[in-house]
Protein backbone atom coordinates (compact mmCIF):
# COMPACT_ATOMS: atom_id res chain seq x y z
CA UNK A 1 0.00 0.00 0.00
CA UNK A 2 1.08 3.86 -1.10
CA UNK A 3 1.77 6.12 2.22
CA UNK A 4 -0.55 9.44 1.68
CA UNK A 5 2.83 11.61 1.15
CA UNK A 6 3.98 9.34 -1.97
CA UNK A 7 0.14 9.21 -2.84
CA UNK A 8 0.36 13.05 -2.91
CA UNK A 9 3.40 13.51 -4.62
CA UNK A 10 3.05 11.39 -7.47
CA UNK A 11 -0.42 12.94 -8.14
CA UNK A 12 1.20 16.28 -8.82
CA UNK A 13 1.99 14.50 -12.29
CA UNK A 14 -0.95 12.47 -12.05
CA UNK A 15 1.21 9.47 -12.44
CA UNK A 16 0.28 6.41 -9.76
CA UNK A 17 3.15 4.92 -7.53
CA UNK A 18 2.31 1.17 -9.03
CA UNK A 19 2.73 2.12 -12.36
CA UNK A 20 5.42 4.72 -12.21
CA UNK A 21 7.71 2.95 -9.38
CA UNK A 22 6.80 -0.52 -8.40
CA UNK A 23 6.18 -1.49 -12.33
CA UNK A 24 9.48 -0.41 -13.34
CA UNK A 25 11.75 0.07 -10.76
CA UNK A 26 14.32 -2.36 -12.92
CA UNK A 27 14.15 0.09 -15.99
CA UNK A 28 14.14 3.09 -14.17
CA UNK A 29 17.32 1.86 -12.53
CA UNK A 30 18.82 0.65 -15.74
CA UNK A 31 17.60 3.74 -17.79
CA UNK A 32 19.16 6.38 -14.67
CA UNK A 33 21.72 4.60 -13.19
CA UNK A 34 23.43 2.06 -15.00
CA UNK A 35 22.46 -0.53 -12.57
CA UNK A 36 22.35 -4.02 -14.33
CA UNK A 37 18.74 -5.90 -13.81
CA UNK A 38 18.45 -9.97 -13.82
CA UNK A 39 15.29 -9.76 -14.96
CA UNK A 40 14.44 -6.58 -16.63
CA UNK A 41 10.76 -5.76 -17.62
CA UNK A 42 9.03 -3.81 -20.23
CA UNK A 43 8.30 -1.04 -19.03
CA UNK A 44 4.50 -0.01 -18.94
CA UNK A 45 5.59 3.43 -18.04
CA UNK A 46 8.46 4.90 -19.48
CA UNK A 47 10.48 7.37 -17.45
CA UNK A 48 12.39 8.85 -20.92
CA UNK A 49 15.02 11.34 -20.49
CA UNK A 50 13.18 14.11 -22.41
CA UNK A 51 9.46 16.14 -21.89
CA UNK A 52 8.56 14.35 -24.42
CA UNK A 53 5.27 12.49 -22.35
CA UNK A 54 3.49 15.30 -21.33
CA UNK A 55 3.85 14.95 -17.64
CA UNK A 56 7.69 16.25 -17.08
CA UNK A 57 7.78 19.97 -16.52
CA UNK A 58 10.14 22.35 -17.46
CA UNK A 59 12.53 23.25 -14.75
CA UNK A 60 12.87 27.10 -13.96
CA UNK A 61 16.27 27.83 -13.70
CA UNK A 62 16.25 31.55 -14.21
CA UNK A 63 18.18 33.66 -11.16
CA UNK A 64 16.34 35.85 -8.89
CA UNK A 65 17.16 38.49 -6.65
CA UNK A 66 18.80 37.96 -3.63
CA UNK A 67 16.23 38.29 -1.09
CA UNK A 68 15.40 40.09 2.21
CA UNK A 69 13.57 38.83 5.39
CA UNK A 70 16.16 36.61 6.84
CA UNK A 71 15.03 35.64 10.12
CA UNK A 72 16.04 38.21 13.38
CA UNK A 73 18.18 40.47 11.12
CA UNK A 74 17.26 44.05 11.64
CA UNK A 75 14.49 45.55 10.83
CA UNK A 76 12.69 43.12 8.63
CA UNK A 77 10.05 45.92 7.56
CA UNK A 78 12.78 48.33 6.49
CA UNK A 79 14.56 45.74 4.37
CA UNK A 80 11.40 44.73 2.58
CA UNK A 81 10.57 48.31 1.54
CA UNK A 82 14.63 48.86 0.56
CA UNK A 83 14.28 46.16 -1.15
CA UNK A 84 10.89 46.41 -3.30
CA UNK A 85 9.89 42.50 -2.97
CA UNK A 86 6.68 41.89 -4.41
CA UNK A 87 3.67 39.51 -3.16
CA UNK A 88 4.66 35.84 -5.06
CA UNK A 89 1.53 34.57 -3.35
CA UNK A 90 -1.65 36.23 -2.89
CA UNK A 91 -5.40 34.99 -1.71
CA UNK A 92 -8.43 36.41 -1.92
CA UNK A 93 -11.48 34.46 -0.31
CA UNK A 94 -9.43 31.20 -0.71
CA UNK A 95 -12.06 28.79 0.78
CA UNK A 96 -12.41 25.08 1.20
CA UNK A 97 -15.42 23.17 1.91
CA UNK A 98 -15.64 19.36 2.26
CA UNK A 99 -19.50 18.85 2.35
CA UNK A 100 -20.57 20.70 5.54
CA UNK A 101 -16.65 21.45 6.78
CA UNK A 102 -15.27 24.18 5.83
CA UNK A 103 -11.67 23.43 6.09
CA UNK A 104 -10.32 26.58 4.99
CA UNK A 105 -12.35 29.18 5.06
CA UNK A 106 -11.98 32.64 3.26
CA UNK A 107 -8.16 33.64 3.70
CA UNK A 108 -6.64 36.57 2.67
CA UNK A 109 -2.43 36.37 1.91
CA UNK A 110 -0.16 38.26 0.41
CA UNK A 111 2.90 36.33 0.61
CA UNK A 112 6.48 38.24 -0.63
CA UNK A 113 8.95 36.88 -2.43
CA UNK A 114 12.08 35.92 -0.10
CA UNK A 115 9.90 35.46 2.75
CA UNK A 116 10.02 32.42 5.24
CA UNK A 117 6.27 32.38 6.04
CA UNK A 118 4.94 30.33 8.71
CA UNK A 119 0.91 28.53 8.71
CA UNK A 120 0.51 27.99 12.47
CA UNK A 121 -2.40 26.31 14.24
CA UNK A 122 -3.39 22.97 15.71
CA UNK A 123 -4.60 19.61 14.66
CA UNK A 124 -7.25 20.17 11.58
CA UNK A 125 -6.36 24.42 11.60
CA UNK A 126 -6.66 23.92 7.79
CA UNK A 127 -2.57 24.20 7.01
CA UNK A 128 -2.07 21.34 4.88
CA UNK A 129 -5.64 22.30 3.19
CA UNK A 130 -4.36 25.61 2.60
CA UNK A 131 -1.32 24.08 1.12
CA UNK A 132 -2.86 21.68 -0.93
CA UNK A 133 -4.72 24.65 -2.44
CA UNK A 134 -1.35 27.02 -3.26
CA UNK A 135 0.20 23.60 -4.68
CA UNK A 136 -2.36 23.26 -7.05
CA UNK A 137 -3.57 19.53 -5.57
CA UNK A 138 -6.57 20.30 -4.30
CA UNK A 139 -9.22 23.09 -6.13
CA UNK A 140 -10.79 25.70 -4.12
CA UNK A 141 -14.45 26.19 -3.10
CA UNK A 142 -14.61 29.78 -3.36
CA UNK A 143 -12.12 32.19 -3.89
CA UNK A 144 -8.53 32.69 -5.56
CA UNK A 145 -5.13 32.52 -5.45
CA UNK A 146 -2.12 33.51 -7.35
CA UNK A 147 1.19 31.72 -6.92
CA UNK A 148 3.99 33.41 -8.38
CA UNK A 149 1.50 35.78 -11.05
CA UNK A 150 -0.34 32.29 -12.27
CA UNK A 151 -4.04 31.28 -10.99
CA UNK A 152 -3.85 27.99 -9.24
CA UNK A 153 -7.25 27.03 -11.19
CA UNK A 154 -6.89 28.03 -14.69
CA UNK A 155 -2.60 28.00 -15.37
CA UNK A 156 -1.99 25.09 -12.64
CA UNK A 157 0.66 23.43 -14.59
CA UNK A 158 2.71 27.26 -14.34
CA UNK A 159 2.17 27.01 -10.89
CA UNK A 160 3.80 23.70 -10.64
CA UNK A 161 6.78 24.94 -12.53
CA UNK A 162 7.52 27.50 -9.80
CA UNK A 163 7.20 25.25 -6.58
CA UNK A 164 8.84 22.61 -4.34
CA UNK A 165 7.43 20.79 -1.91
CA UNK A 166 7.76 18.84 0.81
CA UNK A 167 4.76 16.81 2.24
CA UNK A 168 3.31 16.14 5.78
CA UNK A 169 3.71 12.34 5.33
CA UNK A 170 7.19 10.81 4.29
CA UNK A 171 6.76 11.14 0.27
CA UNK A 172 10.24 9.30 -1.18
CA UNK A 173 10.92 6.51 -2.35
CA UNK A 174 11.97 4.19 0.40
CA UNK A 175 13.32 1.11 -1.38
CA UNK A 176 15.31 3.30 -3.82
CA UNK A 177 18.49 5.19 -2.68
CA UNK A 178 18.56 8.99 -1.67
CA UNK A 179 19.99 9.60 -5.01
CA UNK A 180 17.83 7.46 -7.58
CA UNK A 181 14.86 9.39 -5.29
CA UNK A 182 16.68 12.54 -6.46
CA UNK A 183 17.18 11.05 -10.35
CA UNK A 184 13.14 10.24 -10.47
CA UNK A 185 12.21 14.12 -9.34
CA UNK A 186 14.89 15.08 -11.80
CA UNK A 187 13.29 12.81 -14.73
CA UNK A 188 9.97 14.29 -13.54
CA UNK A 189 10.71 18.19 -13.72
CA UNK A 190 12.92 17.35 -16.83
CA UNK A 191 16.07 18.83 -15.60
CA UNK A 192 18.54 19.07 -17.87
CA UNK A 193 20.99 16.28 -17.71
CA UNK A 194 24.38 18.52 -18.44
CA UNK A 195 23.56 20.39 -15.12
CA UNK A 196 22.07 17.28 -13.00
CA UNK A 197 25.09 15.85 -11.83
CA UNK A 198 26.25 19.29 -10.71
CA UNK A 199 22.52 19.89 -9.30
CA UNK A 200 22.66 16.38 -6.79
CA UNK A 201 25.74 17.17 -6.18
CA UNK A 202 24.55 20.61 -4.69
CA UNK A 203 21.46 19.87 -2.66
CA UNK A 204 22.99 16.72 -1.03
CA UNK A 205 25.72 18.93 0.32
CA UNK A 206 23.30 21.08 1.40
CA UNK A 207 21.74 18.98 3.76
CA UNK A 208 24.91 16.77 4.42
CA UNK A 209 23.50 13.75 2.59
CA UNK A 210 26.24 13.14 0.46
CA UNK A 211 27.87 10.20 2.13
CA UNK A 212 24.51 8.52 2.40
CA UNK A 213 22.60 9.35 -0.63
CA UNK A 214 23.54 5.66 -1.87
CA UNK A 215 22.04 4.09 0.69
CA UNK A 216 18.56 2.74 0.56
CA UNK A 217 16.08 4.99 1.68
CA UNK A 218 14.29 2.35 4.17
CA UNK A 219 17.79 2.37 6.33
CA UNK A 220 17.57 6.14 6.36
CA UNK A 221 16.47 7.93 10.03
CA UNK A 222 13.91 9.87 10.07
CA UNK A 223 15.48 13.23 9.93
CA UNK A 224 17.53 11.96 7.17
CA UNK A 225 14.93 11.44 5.02
CA UNK A 226 13.09 14.25 6.09
CA UNK A 227 16.64 16.47 4.60
CA UNK A 228 16.38 13.97 1.50
CA UNK A 229 12.80 15.02 1.08
CA UNK A 230 13.97 19.00 1.55
CA UNK A 231 17.00 18.09 -1.07
CA UNK A 232 14.53 16.96 -3.84
CA UNK A 233 11.86 20.01 -3.00
CA UNK A 234 15.24 22.33 -4.11
CA UNK A 235 16.39 20.45 -7.00
CA UNK A 236 14.36 21.99 -9.82
CA UNK A 237 15.41 25.68 -8.26
CA UNK A 238 11.77 26.17 -7.62
CA UNK A 239 11.03 29.70 -6.42
CA UNK A 240 8.65 28.55 -3.85
CA UNK A 241 9.39 25.89 -1.69
CA UNK A 242 6.04 24.54 0.56
CA UNK A 243 6.92 22.47 3.56
CA UNK A 244 3.97 21.18 5.37
CA UNK A 245 5.56 19.98 9.41
CA UNK A 246 8.71 19.88 8.15
CA UNK A 247 10.19 18.52 11.45
CA UNK A 248 6.82 16.29 12.28
CA UNK A 249 7.68 13.59 14.78
CA UNK A 250 11.62 14.59 15.24
CA UNK A 251 13.47 14.94 18.40
CA UNK A 252 14.36 18.28 19.03
CA UNK A 253 17.74 18.08 18.06
CA UNK A 254 17.13 16.76 14.82
CA UNK A 255 14.26 19.44 14.32
CA UNK A 256 17.21 22.00 15.65
CA UNK A 257 19.11 20.68 12.78
CA UNK A 258 16.53 20.61 10.31
CA UNK A 259 15.87 24.14 11.49
CA UNK A 260 19.80 25.10 10.50
CA UNK A 261 18.92 23.40 6.81
CA UNK A 262 15.79 25.13 6.05
CA UNK A 263 18.30 28.82 7.08
CA UNK A 264 20.70 27.43 5.03
CA UNK A 265 18.69 26.40 1.83
CA UNK A 266 16.96 30.00 2.01
CA UNK A 267 20.07 31.36 2.02
CA UNK A 268 21.86 29.72 -0.67
CA UNK A 269 19.06 29.15 -2.95
CA UNK A 270 16.91 32.33 -2.45
CA UNK A 271 13.70 30.48 -2.18
CA UNK A 272 10.31 32.11 -0.65
CA UNK A 273 9.70 29.17 1.74
CA UNK A 274 6.20 28.72 3.24
CA UNK A 275 5.78 26.18 5.55
CA UNK A 276 2.93 24.86 8.00
CA UNK A 277 3.91 24.05 11.97
CA UNK A 278 2.36 23.63 15.02
CA UNK A 279 5.22 23.97 17.18
CA UNK A 280 5.95 27.33 17.84
CA UNK A 281 9.28 27.53 18.80
CA UNK A 282 9.67 26.20 14.89
CA UNK A 283 7.06 29.53 13.64
CA UNK A 284 9.63 31.84 15.89
CA UNK A 285 13.00 30.97 14.83
CA UNK A 286 12.22 30.28 11.25
CA UNK A 287 9.57 32.30 10.01
CA UNK A 288 9.73 36.30 8.64
CA UNK A 289 6.18 36.03 8.99
CA UNK A 290 3.48 34.09 10.84
CA UNK A 291 -0.43 33.74 10.35
CA UNK A 292 -2.00 32.32 13.16
CA UNK A 293 -4.86 29.66 11.85
CA UNK A 294 -7.34 27.98 13.48
CA UNK A 295 -11.09 26.68 12.20
CA UNK A 296 -10.13 27.02 8.85
CA UNK A 297 -9.86 31.26 9.57
CA UNK A 298 -6.91 33.54 10.04
CA UNK A 299 -7.13 35.33 13.52
CA UNK A 300 -3.57 36.91 13.60
CA UNK A 301 -0.61 37.54 11.05
CA UNK A 302 2.25 39.53 11.77
CA UNK A 303 6.00 39.11 12.48
CA UNK A 304 6.54 36.58 15.58
CA UNK A 305 7.86 39.50 17.87
CA UNK A 306 4.91 42.15 16.61
CA UNK A 307 2.40 39.12 17.84
CA UNK A 308 3.97 38.79 21.00
CA UNK A 309 3.76 42.63 21.45
CA UNK A 310 0.06 41.92 20.99
CA UNK A 311 -0.06 40.50 24.54
CA UNK A 312 0.98 43.62 26.40
CA UNK A 313 3.16 42.15 28.68
CA UNK A 314 5.09 39.40 30.41
CA UNK A 315 3.60 36.40 32.23
CA UNK A 316 3.75 35.70 35.30
CA UNK A 317 2.10 32.54 36.69
CA UNK A 318 2.15 32.22 40.60
CA UNK A 319 0.64 29.06 42.72
CA UNK A 320 -0.88 30.57 45.24
CA UNK A 321 -2.58 29.09 48.63
CA UNK A 322 -6.06 31.51 48.88
CA UNK A 323 -5.24 33.93 46.38
CA UNK A 324 -6.11 37.51 47.07
CA UNK A 325 -6.74 39.23 44.01
CA UNK A 326 -8.56 42.53 44.46
CA UNK A 327 -5.99 44.71 44.97
CA UNK A 328 -3.77 43.30 42.17
CA UNK A 329 -6.43 44.24 39.48
CA UNK A 330 -6.36 47.67 40.40
CA UNK A 331 -2.63 48.14 39.48
CA UNK A 332 -2.42 49.83 36.20
CA UNK A 333 0.85 47.75 35.47
CA UNK A 334 -1.30 44.65 35.06
CA UNK A 335 -3.17 43.99 31.83
CA UNK A 336 -4.82 40.71 32.23
CA UNK A 337 -5.89 38.66 35.21
CA UNK A 338 -6.60 34.61 34.75
CA UNK A 339 -7.46 32.49 37.86
CA UNK A 340 -8.00 28.22 37.70
CA UNK A 341 -7.72 27.51 41.55
CA UNK A 342 -4.83 28.23 43.02
CA UNK A 343 -3.01 28.85 39.89
CA UNK A 344 -3.41 32.64 39.15
CA UNK A 345 -1.33 33.97 35.58
CA UNK A 346 -1.10 37.54 35.06
CA UNK A 347 0.35 39.66 32.07
CA UNK A 348 2.36 42.22 33.44
CA UNK A 349 4.17 45.52 31.76
CA UNK A 350 7.42 46.12 33.31
CA UNK A 351 7.51 42.90 35.10
CA UNK A 352 10.96 43.10 36.57
CA UNK A 353 10.15 46.48 38.18
CA UNK A 354 6.42 45.13 39.33
CA UNK A 355 7.41 41.67 40.78
CA UNK A 356 8.26 42.64 44.07
CA UNK A 357 5.20 44.49 44.71
CA UNK A 358 2.62 41.95 43.35
CA UNK A 359 4.46 39.02 45.43
CA UNK A 360 3.86 41.40 48.45
CA UNK A 361 -0.09 41.73 47.82
CA UNK A 362 -1.33 38.15 46.22
CA UNK A 363 -1.00 36.48 49.67
CA UNK A 364 0.70 32.98 50.21
CA UNK A 365 3.00 32.19 47.52
CA UNK A 366 4.27 28.86 46.46
CA UNK A 367 5.90 29.17 43.38
CA UNK A 368 6.73 32.00 40.45
CA UNK A 369 7.12 31.71 36.70
CA UNK A 370 8.30 34.48 34.97
CA UNK A 371 8.55 34.17 30.89
CA UNK A 372 7.84 36.68 27.93
CA UNK A 373 5.13 35.98 25.89
CA UNK A 374 5.02 33.03 23.15
CA UNK A 375 3.33 32.46 20.67
CA UNK A 376 1.03 30.60 22.37
CA UNK A 377 0.08 32.85 24.65
CA UNK A 378 -1.11 34.98 21.25
CA UNK A 379 -3.01 31.69 20.11
CA UNK A 380 -4.55 32.24 23.65
CA UNK A 381 -5.38 35.57 23.92
CA UNK A 382 -7.12 35.14 20.57
CA UNK A 383 -8.96 32.16 21.00
CA UNK A 384 -9.61 31.36 24.70
CA UNK A 385 -7.36 28.14 23.47
CA UNK A 386 -3.85 26.59 23.63
CA UNK A 387 -2.28 25.58 20.58
CA UNK A 388 -1.28 22.64 21.65
CA UNK A 389 -2.92 19.45 23.01
CA UNK A 390 -4.39 17.06 20.35
CA UNK A 391 -7.73 17.19 19.54
CA UNK A 392 -9.98 14.33 19.63
CA UNK A 393 -9.46 13.62 15.47
CA UNK A 394 -6.70 11.08 15.98
CA UNK A 395 -4.00 13.64 17.44
CA UNK A 396 -0.83 14.73 16.73
CA UNK A 397 0.98 11.11 18.28
CA UNK A 398 -1.29 9.22 15.65
CA UNK A 399 0.12 11.47 12.71
CA UNK A 400 3.36 11.33 13.99
CA UNK A 401 3.35 7.22 14.23
CA UNK A 402 1.31 7.54 10.63
CA UNK A 403 4.13 9.70 9.52
CA UNK A 404 7.04 7.75 10.84
CA UNK A 405 5.75 4.45 9.54
CA UNK A 406 5.78 5.57 5.74
CA UNK A 407 1.58 6.46 6.16
CA UNK A 408 0.86 2.87 5.77
N1 LIG B 1 -10.08 15.04 1.95
C1 LIG B 1 -10.76 15.44 3.02
N2 LIG B 1 -12.05 15.12 3.18
C2 LIG B 1 -12.76 15.55 4.25
N3 LIG B 1 -12.24 16.34 5.24
C3 LIG B 1 -10.96 16.68 5.11
C4 LIG B 1 -10.15 16.27 4.02
N4 LIG B 1 -8.91 16.79 4.17
C5 LIG B 1 -8.94 17.48 5.33
N5 LIG B 1 -10.17 17.43 5.88
C6 LIG B 1 -10.58 18.10 7.12
O1 LIG B 1 -10.28 19.48 6.97
C7 LIG B 1 -9.83 20.01 8.20
C8 LIG B 1 -8.46 20.63 7.98
O2 LIG B 1 -7.55 19.61 7.70
P1 LIG B 1 -6.01 19.88 7.42
O3 LIG B 1 -5.38 18.59 7.08
O4 LIG B 1 -5.90 20.98 6.46
O5 LIG B 1 -5.53 20.39 8.85
P2 LIG B 1 -4.06 20.71 9.36
O6 LIG B 1 -4.09 22.07 9.94
O7 LIG B 1 -3.09 20.43 8.29
O8 LIG B 1 -3.89 19.68 10.56
P3 LIG B 1 -2.60 18.83 11.07
O9 LIG B 1 -1.79 19.74 11.94
O10 LIG B 1 -3.22 17.73 11.86
O11 LIG B 1 -1.88 18.35 9.87
C9 LIG B 1 -9.83 18.86 9.20
O12 LIG B 1 -11.03 18.92 9.94
C10 LIG B 1 -9.79 17.64 8.32
O13 LIG B 1 -10.40 16.54 8.95
MG1 LIG C 1 -1.50 19.18 8.08
Not at 42 to 68: F, M
Not at 185 to 205: N, T
Not at 271 to 299: P, Q, S
Not at 318 to 344: C, F, S, W
Request: with cysteine; charged share 25%.
Amino acid sequence: MQSDGIARYMSLWNVSRTSAHLSNVTSFQQQTCGIPSKSPRTPQWHLADSSDHGLILPVCLKERLRSPGSCGSGDYWQELAMNDTRPIIETLGLTKRFGELRAVDHIDLSIREGEVFGLLGPNGAGKTTTLSMLATLLKPTEGTAKVDGHDVLTEAAAVRKSIGIVFQEPSSDDILTGRENLYLHALMYGVDRRIREQRFREVLKLVDLEDRADGQVKKYSGGMRRRLELARGLLHKPKILFLDEPTLGLDPQTREHIWQYIRRLVDLEHVTVILTTHYMEEAERLCDRVAIIDDGRIIALDTPERLKHIIGGDIIRLRIQNPQLGRIKELGYVVKTDQAGDLVTLTVKDSGVHLQEILSLVGDVKSVELRTPTLNDVFLHFTGHEIRGDNAEGGFFQRVARARSGGN
